[in-house]
């Protein structure tokens, strides 16, 4: 899940390079490089100062040459290979005339490590990336060009990679290829461009095209041409960026986590924006399913990680109440291995972020295998996800630089819901009527969110009488449940706190022998069927000694009685009400990340993209 940028045609590319790493950064952080040809020999100059590389770099690079041809820099989320300088990309043959970068893993690199170490390679990392340098340098000391080389390589690999590789022999050139994990590339007078995504290239080009698998590009000052592995030419598909500059800088914000909460309106109201046709009906982006195709599901699995698969476990309440097909949630790291059932009246649906989270693209490549019928949900537009996908519903929650998924986990609930209501429209389990009710209640969220936001003071006043806690408990029951666990989440990941979330119903099957006083239980006591079940967990805890917070609806004074701090959102219907619960224990999370002294955008040995096994 690293990010890689390159640029040829620039006569001072530090600069830009040192600009896209930085918006690169929410990929990892460990260590970050950059390389470019100058005077007939490869410069390089790398950092390894965890999350402060970039900027260590950006000193180091103070004085580079100028007057150079194709460059790339590299940040990276260590796999392979501690966090060190000599792991840091990017790397070079034995020769120093030739440089790589790397997204992605390897997953044969220990044979071809000693098939060049037999052949009188010295590797000098412990990475696996280095491997590919090396096996190039014997291509082009055999006489190969250094695409030739570069796709004679790309042929012995198993794993997943983008890649970037410059050579003092061709000083203009960067060859770039892509199999699983991203790779964009840019187009500018005179200037070419690549990315491992599109922020990167912001105020530089608003032309780019994306590498499909296994495609290799050959970029040049001002072009570039796209070839199979095979050498056979392909015509990349030309697109038009629309984010501006603006998108991904802080507007005024102490941190892209806090500017990001604050969008999540705009990002709830743009996802529901023009999904009625004119006579009413509920219609999708790109459904390239058919009505018919859909009447004959009778199960659907969603497949997703992280805050993504608690957006899911939100779906699988609303689709299985409105649709009357079972719903099926898996982890999709695990979904592949365990032998899933799945055929052609089963409908996947695949949940990432960025279209490009490697378990779950995996995930949903194994469903369509077993003849399933695959819909992805997806920030990205064109994502690989997308692409392979039998149709596509986009979140609009424009670019999410933090790494702690805030907008765009709101995003996927509303959008996932949105899918539940069409399959009731087609299915016809609920009237027309109905899904017109619901999709009103669901217009009403964007207002809802901005008065929970609105209410930041209260929940810094509960974070501060906290800040002593270490153990920290979410319980949610019915629809709560997938909100403790996000709220759990989003503790340990910005506040370094242990935190953990239960079906409250569970308590009494275990973790109850960890409530004791110091403790604190943070409830999800909005009201749902289950609310008065909640309530008696909520006793069985504070009994025991535990400090209670817990997440209630305006004018619940029952629910208040049993708590030690309230945290309170505007009520709206039970299965809805996830949108606007999770908003008070992101605040919390983040309150507590800062008062603990720590860097919201940037949680240790985390990174946003996680696009490696």
Known sequence: MCGIIGVTGEADAIPLLLEGLHRLEYRGYDSAGVAMVVEDQVWRARAATARTSVATLAELTAGAPR????????????????????????????????????????????????????????????????????????????????????????????????IAVISADEPDTIVAACRITPLVLGLEDGMTLLASDIPALIGHTRRVYTLADDQLAVLTPGALSVMTLEGEPVEPEQRTITWDLEAAQKEGFEDFMSKEMHQQPTAVGDTLLDRRAVGGELILDEMRLTPDDLRGIDKVFIVACGSSYHAALVAKYAIEHWVKV????????????????????????????????????????????????????????????????????????????????????????????????????????????????????????????????????????????????????????????????????????????????????????????????????????????????????????????ATVVLVADDGDEESAAVADHVLRVPPTSPLLAPVVGVVPLQQLAYRLARLHGHDPDRPRNLAKTVTVE
């Open 326 to 545: 079972p719903v099926e949630v898996d982890i999709a790291s695990e979904f592949r291995y365990r032998d899933p059932v799945l055929n052609e009246r089963t409908l996947c649906v695949g949940v990432s972020q960025s279209g490009e989270t490697l378990d779950t693209a995996e995930a949903v490549r194994e469903a369509a295998r077993l003849g399933a019928k695959v819909l992805v949900v997806s920030n990205v537009v064109d994502s690989s996800m997308a692409r392979a996908a039998d149709g596509v519903l986009y979140t609009r929650a424009g670019p999410e630089i933090g790494v702690a998924s805030t907008k765009c986990h709101l995003a996927q609930i509303v959008a996932l819901e949105v899918l539940g209501l069409y399959l009731a429209q087609i299915l016809r389990t609920q009237p027309a009527a109905r899904v017109n009710e619901i999709l009103n209640a669901m217009e009403r969220l964007p207002s809802l969110v901005t008065e929970t936001l609105a209410r930041a003071d209260d929940v810094d006043d509960v974070a501060s009488k906290l800040t002593d806690a270490r153990d920290f408990f979410f319980l949610g029951r019915h629809v709560g449940f997938p909100v403790a666990l996000e709220g759990a989440l989003k503790l340990k990941e910005l506040a370094y706190l242990r935190a953990e979330g239960y079906p409250a119903g569970e308590l009494k099957h275990g973790p109850i022998a960890l409530i004791e006083p110091g403790a604190v239980v943070v409830g999800i006591a909005t009201r749902n069927p289950l609310w008065e079940k909640m309530l008696s967990n909520v006793a069985e805890v504070r009994s025991r000694g």
């Open 67 to 162: 007057g150079h041809a194709a460059a790339i820099g590299h940040t990276r989320w260590a796999t392979h290979g501690s966090p060190t300088e000599e792991n840091a990309h990017p790397h070079v043959d034995c020769t120093g005339r030739l440089a790589l970068i790397h997204n992605g893993i390897i997953e044969n690199h220990a044979e071809l490590r000693a098939e060049i170490e037999a052949n009188g390679h010295t590797v000098t990392s412990g990475t696996d990336t280095e491997v590919m340098a090396h096996l190039i340098e014997e291509q082009l000391s055999g006489g190969a060009t250094l695409p030739d080389a570069v796709r004679a390589v790309l042929r012995r690999l198993r794993g997943s990679f983008s």
